[in-house]
């Protein structure tokens, strides 16, 4: 792929192409039957759904944040169930902050899976678009195999983000600022934030239409309010290792690749009660 980003005219234009697996990825936290609902409801043609609990992430532990990663192996076998193999041209999508489907797409390119892109403004865009919707149910495909070639120094764990932090190295929080700030927490039971981190909510990468900003500017916004540059890629976290993803891909996008994921996150950090926390005062 040119661009980790795809615009709907784009996508149009290789629906019938073979080769291509496009998945939909729609979400929402407290409610994981919701986008198998919309799924159902109307999906992109020729769509597979992909679930963030059951397809992208581990079971839970009593030391993982909420979405723990699976093992290469474990997420390579659920790859070639729903259609993709290593030669497998990916699209991802989600309501159309990029939010979950950046999971995806990160997946991918941690297991070495490149040809994969997100659809700027989501399903959102193609349907305010006058875009064909399904509800049928794609054929089934061929379960070739997925080769994995994992990239390990892709995510980082808790350990290495306290030797990073140590080191002076730059943590980016994509939460929104009243969670980061320990002023609101909906999902986890310890309210704040990892000390050191800087705060840039992910809804800041998008413009009023719910696209994403241009390169330029999203260079500009993460330069002027992290530091990150070429050469000064940071790790990224949110609340359980999901939302993180949409700041890597808008770092790719900015041409300012090499970003780290900090795959547990806040709900992970959190586990252990020795960890330091910071709140606004």
């Keep these: ?8 005219h784009e996508l149009a234009g290789i629906l019938d192409e ?20 919309a799924w159902r409801a109307g999906h992109v043609p020729c769509a597979v759904h992909v679930d963030l609990e059951r397809d992208l992430s581990a079971p839970v532990t ?6 723990p990663l699976p093992s290469p192996a474990e997420f390579a076998a659920t790859l070639a ?7 497998t041209r990916v699209v991802c999508y989600d ?43 794609p054929p089934p495909r061929n379960a070739a195999p997925f080769v994995p070639r994992p990239r390990p120094g892709m995510v980082v764990d808790a350990a290495a983000v306290a030797a990073a932090l140590a080191r002076g190295e730059t943590l980016i929080d994509v939460r929104g600022a009243e969670r980061f700030a320990g002023k609101v927490e909906p999902l ?31 260079a500009a916004l993460w330069g002027a ?18 939302t993180a993803c949409q700041g890597l891909l808008v770092l790719e996008a900015a041409g300012i690749p090499g970003g780290r994921l900090y ?19």
């Excluded at 729903?82 to 030669?87: F, V």
């Excluded at 050191?196 to 413009?207: C, Q, T």
């Design 1 to 8: 792929m040119r661009t980790p980003l795809i615009s709907t």
């Design 18 to 37: 073979p080769g291509w697996v496009v998945a939909d990825c729609r979400f929402e936290l407290g409610k994981p039957e919701a986008g198998l609902a």
């Design 62 to 67: 009593p030391a993982t944040g909420r979405h």
């Design 81 to 87: 169930r729903i259609g993709i193999c290593s030669d």
């Design 95 to 137: 309501g159309g902050s990029g939010a979950f489907a950046a999971r995806l797409w990160w997946m991918l390119r941690w297991l070495g899976h490149d040809s994969v892109a997100v659809l700027d403004g989501g399903f959102a865009a193609w349907t305010a678009e006058g875009r064909p919707v399904s509800t049928e149910s």
């Design 188 to 218: 986890d039971s310890v309210a704040g934030h990892v000390p050191g981190a800087v705060n840039l909510p992910y809804l800041e990468n998008l413009d009023a239409a719910g696209r994403f900003r241009a390169p330029a500017q999203l």
């Design 225 to 242: 309010r992290t530091g990150a540059g070429p050469g000064r890629a940071p790790i990224c976290m949110c609340g359980s290792g999901v």
């Design 263 to 281: 795959a547990g996150s806040w709900s992970e950090w959190i586990r252990d009660p020795s960890r330091p926390v910071a709140r606004a005062t």
